[in-house]
C-alpha cells in the first residue's frame, strides 16, 4: 500500500489538522488510514463506489467498481422495483457501462429523486426510514400539469397517471409521501377550467387546446402569477389572433419558457385506427341545412388530418374519391377536404424545413374518402368478432370501450366488472378480426391449455397441500388479469352465438349477403329476392331494427323503389311510418332510394370494382361472409399501384404517372429500371421500411372497414391506417340518415350551442386589502374607487394613565385643524394632506366629478 501512495501522490494522514482548527468533513475524512478506506469502500454500491473512485488519484487506485459492483447494483434495483436501464449494459469498463440511461439513473438517486417513490423504501442514498433531504430536492425538479377538459381526453387515452408521475409530475400519490409542511406547495393533475391554488414555487406544464377561453385562463393564470414559470404546449395550431393575444399580454417574456405545438388533436384507438370523437360530423357534412358550417368543419378536420401525417413525420401524396355522377350536394366533399389537407402540410413544410425528415420509407399515400362511397357496408351484418360483438352487445363508447359483465359467473369469485377493450388486451386483439366460429374455437382452445399449463387455476386443486397453496399465490398476481380476460371473451362470444340464433341471424344474413352482392350463394344472379325478404318480415323472432335494416337493403338493391311500395313493406314488418326517414336521407349520400313513379328509369350507376362470378372463392363455410366493404378493393389496387385516377385523382398528379406502379412491383425509384421480382421474393421489407398508406373515411367508419386495413396491410406488406371522425354501427348509422331528415334546431349541434367562456372566477377582481388607520395620520386614507366606503368608527377615549413612550395620545384634531392640513406647504405635519390632494386633483384632470 505505501508503494501505492508514493506512486499516487503524498500520505493522506498528513493532510490531519488538529482538532477544532476548522477541520472539515473531507480532510477528516482523508486523515483515516488507508485499511479504513479500503474497508469503506468495500461497503459501497456501484454509484457510491464510482463517485469516490474519481476523487483523486489516491482513490482511484483502490476502489473496486468491477461486474460484481455492476451486477449487484442492478440487481438491487430490479428487487425494490426501480427503473433498470432498457438496454443491455457493457460491463467492460465504467465508461461502457455508464452510456444510455445509467448517468440518468444515478443522477436521479443523487439528487434524491427515487427516494420514497414507492412506499416503504425510505431514503436510498442514506438507509433511512424518511428522506428529508430528498424531499426538498424534489420540489426544484416535480412540475404541475395543468390541463383542459379536451386536451386531458388525449392524455387519459395515450397514457395513465403512473406514467405521468415518472417523469417528475405532482400528483395525489405522491402527496401522501411528503411531509405536512410540503403539501400545501404540491399541485394535482388539474383543469385549467377549475379554481386553483396559487403555486409561485413550482413551474408549470400546460397541455392545452387552441380555444378562446383557454387562452382567457391561461392569461388570468399570468396575471395572477400562479406559477413561477410556464411551458406551453397546445394540441393543435394557435390561431394568429390568440397567439397575439398571448404575445402582447404584460410580462409574458418572464412568465412563459417555452411554446411546442405537438399536432395530437387525434385519438388513436388501435395499432392502425385513428379516431377524432366527432360524431356531430355526420350531420354537418350531410344535412342540407348546414351548409354554412361545411368550410369551417372541413379546415378543422383538415388540420387533424395534417396533425396525424405531421405526427408520422409523412408528406404524402393526397388522393380523394371523386364520384362520376355527383348528382348530389356532397360529392365534392372529397375534393374540398384534399385540397384543404394539401394546403396544411404545404404550409407547415414551408415553415418547417427540416419537414418531412430523412427516412428509409417509400413516400406514403393519403386517400380521402367518404361515407357515399359505400352505403351498403354498414347495414349489412358482420360476423367477425369485433364487428359482431360491437353490433350485437351492448358496449359502451366513450373514452373507453367497455363491457359491462360478471367475470368468473357461477363461481365464489364472480364479480360484476366493466372490462375495457383496447390493445392492452391481449385476446382481444388476437382474435377481433377473426370469424366467430374460428373465435369460439380459438378461445376454447387457449382457456384449455392456459388452464394445463396453470393447474393452480383449476377447481379441483388441492388446498390442503401447503406447496400447491404457495403455487396458487405466486401465479395470482402474474395471471389473474389474464384469467378474467379468458372470462370476459367466452362470455361475449357465447352471448353473441345466442343471439345469433334466438334471433335467427342465419336466414337474415343469408338475404343481406344477396342483396349486398347481387349474387346469390352460388354466385349467380338471384331470384325471388322480395319473397325471401317478404317471409322475414313475417317472422317474428327477428327484432324490428333487423327488418328495417332488410328493406334498406332491399331499396338500394333495386336502385330505388316507389314511395307506396316503402310504406306498404313498413307496414307489413309492423315498423312505424316515421322509419321513412332513413330512405329519404340516402339521397344525400348519393344514394337511389325513393323513386318517383314507376316508370323512373334512371341509367344504371358506374360500379367502383364490380365483382366477376367465374373468380369468386366458393366456400360453404363462410358463405354468410361474402361482402366485402369497398375500401378492400381500393386498398388492394392501390397497394398494387393500379387505382384507377380518374376515380380517385391526385390533388397533385406525380410526374412519373407509372411512380406507384414500379414502388408496386419493388422497383427502386433512384435506380435506372425496374428489378427483377425474383430478387426480392427471398427478402421480405422490415416494419421501418414499409410504405405507409393513410385513409380517412369522412362521415365515420365500420369495424369490417377497420378489419380490411389490418388484412390488406399483412397480405400487401404496408402500413395501413384507418383515421375517421367516429366509428360507426348499424343503429347508430340509421340513426343519423334519419337525423338528416329532421330540423337543424333539433340535432342540437355544438356548432349551434353557446360558445364555451371562462368561467366567472377567471374575471374576478381580488378584493383590496383592508386600509388600517394610522394612529399618527390627520386624515383617513382616500378610499379605493369603486370601493364601499367603511361606516363611520367612534373614537376610542384617551387612556386613564397619561401619554407614555409606547403609547402616544390619540387625540383627533378639530375640524379646522384637518382643513388647515390641506395647504400645499412642505412641512412635515401636513405631507400626508398634500399627497391626497396632488392625487385627488390628478383623478379630477381624469374626468371624474370634483
Known amino acids: ?27 477528516s475524512f482523508m486523515a483515516l488510514p488507508t485499511e479504513i478506506h479500503l474497508a469503506i469502500s468495500q461497503q459501497l454500491i456501484y454509484p457510491d463506489a464510482l463517485s469516490l473512485k474519481h476523487v483523486n488519484r489516491y482513490f482511484y487506485s ?21 427503473e433498470c436501464p432498457a438496454k443491455r449494459c457493457d460491463m467492460r469498463s465504467d465508461i461502457r457501462f455508464c452510456r444510455g440511461s445509467v448517468p440518468l439513473l444515478m443522477k436521479r438517486r443523487r439528487e434524491h429523486i427515487e427516494c420514497e417513490s414507492r412506499p416503504g423504501l425510505g431514503c436510498l442514498v442514506y438507509g433511512t426510514k424518511r428522506c428529508s433531504t430528498g424531499i426538498f430536492a424534489q420540489c426544484m425538479y416535480w412540475k404541475c400539469l395543468i390541463v383542459d377538459t379536451n386536451s386531458k381526453k388525449i392524455v387519459d387515452n395515450c397514457v395513465n397517471e403512473d406514467a405521468i408521475l415518472n417523469i417528475n409530475i405532482a400528483s395525489p400519490y405522491f402527496l ?23 403555486n409561485p414555487d413550482m413551474d408549470a406544464i400546460y397541455i392545452l387546446s387552441p380555444e378562446p377561453h383557454i387562452v382567457d385562463c391561461l392569461l388570468h393564470d399570468f396575471s395572477t402569477r400562479k406559477y413561477r414559470s410556464a411551458f406551453l404546449v397546445w394540441t393543435n395550431l394557435l390561431p394568429a389572433e390568440l397567439r397575439r393575444k398571448i404575445d402582447e399580454f404584460p410580462g409574458v417574456r418572464q412568465l412563459r419558457s417555452s411554446t411546442k405545438t405537438l399536432f395530437i388533436d387525434f385519438y388513436p384507438r388501435e395499432s392502425h385506427l385513428i379516431t377524432f370523437r366527432d360524431p356531430w360530423s355526420f350531420p354537418v357534412l350531410y344535412h342540407r341545412e348546414c351548409d354554412s358550417l361545411v368550410a369551417a368543419h372541413l379546415k378543422t378536420t383538415a388540420q387533424r388530418i395534417a396533425g396525424i401525417c405531421i405526427t408520422l413525420c409523412e408528406y404524402p401524396k393526397v388522393r380523394y374519391y ?10 365534392v366533399l372529397c375534393s374540398h377536404l384534399a385540397n384543404f389537407v394539401q394546403q396544411e402540410l404545404d404550409m407547415y413544410a414551408q415553415w418547417n424545413k427540416n419537414f418531412p425528415p430523412p427516412s428509409t420509407r417509400p413516400q406514403g399515400t393519403l386517400l380521402i374518402t367518404d361515407r357515399a362511397m359505400d352505403t351498403i357496408s354498414p347495414l349489412v351484418h358482420e360476423f367477425t368478432y369485433q364487428a359482431m360483438a360491437h353490433d350485437l352487445l351492448s358496449i359502451k363508447e366513450g373514452e373507453k370501450v367497455t363491457y359491462h359483465t360478471t367475470i368468473n359467473q357461477g363461481t365464489p369469485e364472480a364479480e360484476e366488472k366493466d372490462m375495457e377493450l383496447s390493445d392492452k388486451d391481449k385476446i382481444w386483439v388476437e382474435n377481433r378480426h377473426r370469424h366467430m366460429k374460428d ?24 388446498t390442503t397441500n401447503l406447496n400447491a397453496i404457495r403455487d396458487m399465490l405466486a401465479g395470482l398476481p402474474q395471471f389473474q388479469e389474464m384469467k378474467e380476460a379468458y372470462s370476459l371473451h367466452l362470455t361475449m362470444a357465447q352471448e353473441c352465438m345466442n343471439i345469433f340464433q334466438h334471433q335467427k341471424l342465419p336466414d337474415v344474413a343469408s338475404s343481406e349477403q344477396t342483396m349486398a352482392t347481387g349474387l346469390d350463394e352460388d354466385y349467380r344472379k338471384p331470384k325471388n329476392v322480395l319473397d325471401a325478404v317478404v317471409r322475414l318480415l313475417d317472422d317474428e323472432a327477428i327484432k324490428p331494427a333487423d327488418r328495417l335494416r332488410l328493406i334498406i337493403l332491399y331499396v338500394l338493391y333495386r336502385d330505388g323503389v316507389v314511395l307506396e311500395d316503402i310504406k306498404r313493406l313498413l307496414a307489413h314488418a309492423s315498423l312505424p311510418q316515421s322509419d321513412i326517414s332513413p330512405f329519404s336521407a340516402l339521397e344525400f349520400l348519393g344514394g337511389r332510394a325513393i323513386r318517383r313513379e314507376l ?44 387505382l384507377d385516377s380518374v376515380d380517385f385523382p391526385y390533388v397533385k398528379p406525380p410526374i412519373d404517372p407509372n411512380e406507384d406502379l414500379l414502388l408496386a412491383q419493388g422497383a427502386s425509384l433512384r435506380a435506372g429500371g425496374p428489378r427483377p421480382n425474383w430478387a426480392a421474393a427471398g427478402r421480405r421489407q422490415t416494419d421501418t421500411n414499409r410504405q405507409r398508406i393513410l385513409v380517412f373515411f369522412a362521415g365515420g367508419a365500420t369495424y369490417s372497414e377497420a378489419r380490411v386495413a389490418y388484412e390488406v396491410s399483412h397480405e400487401r406488406n404496408k402500413d395501413i391506417i384507418l383515421a375517421t371522425s367516429h366509428m360507426l354501427t348499424p343503429s347508430l348509422y340509421i340513426r343519423q340518415l334519419g337525423d338528416l331528415c329532421r330540423g ?66 390619540r387625540v383627533p384634531p378639530p375640524p379646522t385643524q384637518q382643513m388647515d392640513n390641506l395647504s400645499m406647504g412642505g412641512g412635515p405635519e401636513n405631507g400626508t ?15 371624474m366629478k370634483k
Open 1 to 27: 500500500m505505501e508503494s501505492i501512495l508514493r506512486h499516487r501522490g503524498a500520505n493522506p494522514r498528513s493532510k490531519q489538522t488538529p482538532p477544532g482548527d476548522g477541520a472539515t468533513g473531507t480532510s
Open 62 to 82: 483502490f476502489v473496486d467498481t468491477g461486474t460484481k459492483l455492476k451486477v449487484d447494483w442492478l440487481i438491487s434495483r430490479r428487487m425494490l422495483h426501480l
Open 176 to 198: 401522501l409521501l411528503v411531509p405536512t409542511e410540503l403539501k400545501a406547495n404540491q399541485q394535482d393533475i388539474e383543469r385549467i377550467e377549475d379554481r386553483r391554488e396559487q
Open 599 to 642: 316508370k323512373d328509369i334512371k341509367p344504371p350507376r358506374h360500379i367502383l370494382f364490380p365483382k366477376d362470378p367465374r373468380n369468386a372463392p366458393q366456400n360453404e363455410e363462410y358463405s354468410l361472409s361474402r361482402h366485402d366493404p369497398v375500401l378492400k378493393s381500393v386498398l388492394e389496387n392501390l397497394t398494387k399501384g393500379t
Open 439 to 462: 373465435t369460439i374455437d380459438k378461445l376454447m382452445g387457449d382457456f384449455r391449455r392456459f388452464l394445463e399449463d396453470n393447474p393452480h387455476f383449476a377447481n379441483d386443486a388441492d
Open 322 to 331: 371523386k364520384p362520376r355522377e355527383p348528382t348530389w350536394e356532397s360529392a
Open 833 to 847: 394632506g398634500g399627497k391626497l390632494h396632488k392625487e385627488k386633483k390628478r383623478r379630477n384632470f381624469l374626468g
Open 744 to 809: 337543424r334546431r333539433q340535432l342540437d349541434l355544438p356548432a349551434d350551442r353557446p360558445k364555451p367562456r371562462a368561467p366567472a372566477h377567471v374575471f374576478e377582481r381580488p378584493a383590496p386589502p383592508p386600509q388600517q388607520l394610522q394612529p399618527h395620520a390627520s386624515l383617513p386614507a382616500a378610499p379605493h374607487p369603486g370601493a364601499m366606503r367603511p361606516p363611520p368608527q367612534q373614537q376610542p377615549a384617551p387612556s386613564p394613565r397619561g401619554p407614555s413612550p409606547n403609547h402616544p395620545p
